[in-house]
């Protein structure tokens, strides 16, 4: 395992970054801010498993780029599609083949979608399905959970407000106080703080986004029957129900969350693995509803690079070796042992952590406290997590910089790369 904290080379490309890039950062979750600061690390090459950067240094990997690179760095099957897309052009702006197989192969993934259309990321994916939903039911209000991320389009860039059932103010500047007063935000898992809301806006509300599994504060399971009572309580009201599947679209499913469950919403929003490391978003959802979208219907939406033939060759490779037998076993196998490695060590080391685990998807929040919601997360010890952050890199261990976020699997771990990772966790809770 590397233990090194030679890192110049990264050190000195964040200081000319920083000259050039706003915050030496192309995404601010890729900053340290959040975890003490200092510079990144900067990566030369992913293989699999793991990360080179650009000193040498070898890290095993669980950031997964934020989710999409599930089948590991590199994945020969997603190279080759890739190679043999980009020798026939990158990009046509015409109809093409590839776009019509793989809006098939997610439909038959994901059967509550009637028609598809892509886009280039999950943001533009969400921000659509609001257009559209506010297009067919012809109302304005949106509603969506505390702590759940829908992307940065401004109508999701609102916090919540000051009670549950009172409308929202900006949370980034330059989003305009006009465009709060359209987004109600409501606590996760609390189905009496839904309907409470509901009926005082109800018959104003377009449509409310839900993570059905949230990987936004964290990996966090519906309560039973909430995900339904949401769907119930929405449907009463005549409003839409959009599950923003960008995380957990064949993350712990060949398909989605909607099947775990069990609930089918009026759309869904789709992006990062459906991609295999190309830049995608899709959505789709009820024909009725999608026939409101241009040119068939009056909800307008375009891109100029939505539907390349590159990453739909990408995403398509990257769903063939999703679909194998045994891969969400061999992901949730692996999780476990993770899991079991790290609730051992924190009681070794006597470390008070919560960890929340779905399959090969999970968080170790620093707090006695259990994570149900957006208010728990926030108990987790910023402080401390940033410390340990920074233990495990030094341990060989790439984690997301933030104490918000999920550690994840991917295809390529093996159980030799778990050990590993157990025993930098050792180190690192010895040191905390
Ligand atoms: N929705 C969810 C649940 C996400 O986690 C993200 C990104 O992290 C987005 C939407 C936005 O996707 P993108 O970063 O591709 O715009």
């Given at each position: 395992m590397t233990t090194s904290s030679n890192r110049q080379s990264s050190d000195a490309l964040y200081q000319d970054a920083l000259t050039h890039i706003v915050g030496g950062v192309n995404s601010p979750s890729r900053s340290f801010k959040a975890v003490g600061g200092g510079a990144p690390v900067y990566m030369e090459r992913g293989e699999g498993a793991y990360f080179y950067d650009v000193d040498g240094n070898r890290y095993i990997d669980y950031l997964a780029a934020y989710g999409p690179i599930i089948t590991g760095h590199a994945h020969p099957h997603i190279h080759e599609a890739l190679m043999n897309a980009s020798s026939k052009g990158l990009l046509y702006g015409t109809p093409h083949r590839l776009e019509v197989e793989f809006a098939k192969k997610l439909k038959q993934a994901i059967?509550?979608?009637?028609k598809v259309r892509f886009t280039n990321s999950g943001t533009e994916a969400v921000m659509t399905t609001v257009r559209v939903a506010r297009a067919y039911t012809g109302r304005e209000l949106v509603v969506k959970f505390s702590g759940?991320?829908?992307?940065?389009s401004d109508l999701m860039l609102i916090a919540a407000g000051s009670g549950p059932a009172t409308l929202g103010s900006p949370d980034s500047a330059g989003v305009t106080k006009a465009t709060a007063k359209e987004v109600i935000t409501v606590p996760f898992n609390d189905v009496e703080a839904y309907r409470e809301m509901m009926k005082e806006w109800g018959d104003q509300v377009a449509c409310v986004l839900v993570?059905?599994?949230?990987?936004?504060?964290?990996i966090v399971e519906p309560k039973p029957g909430f995900l339904q009572a949401v769907n119930d309580i929405t449907h009463e009201h005549g409003a839409l129900v959009i599950y923003d599947e960008v995380i957990t679209a064949f993350r712990f499913t060949y398909g989605s969350a909607q099947q775990v469950y069990g609930i089918e919403p009026d759309m869904t929003a789709l992006g990062k693995i459906i991609g295999g490391g190309l830049p995608i978003g899709a959505y789709g959802g009820k024909a009725e509803i999608m026939e409101t979208v241009a040119p068939l219907g009056p909800a307008y939406q375009a891109g100029t690079m939505a539907g390349n033939p590159a990453s739909m060759a990408t995403g398509i490779a990257c769903l063939e070796v999703l679909e194998q037998p045994g891969v969400y076993e061999k992901l949730d196998a692996l999780g476990a042992k993770l899991e079991a490695g790290i609730r051992e060590a924190a009681e070794k080391h006597d470390v008070t952590i919560t960890l929340n685990r779905l399959k090969g998807a999970l968080t170790v929040y620093f707090t006695d406290e259990i994570v149900t919601d957006y208010e728990g997360a926030e108990k987790s010890d910023g402080e401390k997590f940033g410390r340990f952050f920074k233990l495990m890199l030094e341990n060989g261990v790439n984690l997301?910089?933030?104490?918000?976020e999920a550690w994840f699997l991917t295809t390529e771990h093996t159980e030799q790369d778990i050990e590993e990772t157990i025993e930098a966790v050792n180190r690192s809770f010895a040191q905390l």
């Open positions: 059967p509550s979608m009637d759940c991320y829908h992307g940065h993570e059905p599994i949230v990987g936004n504060f964290g997301a910089p933030s104490k918000y």
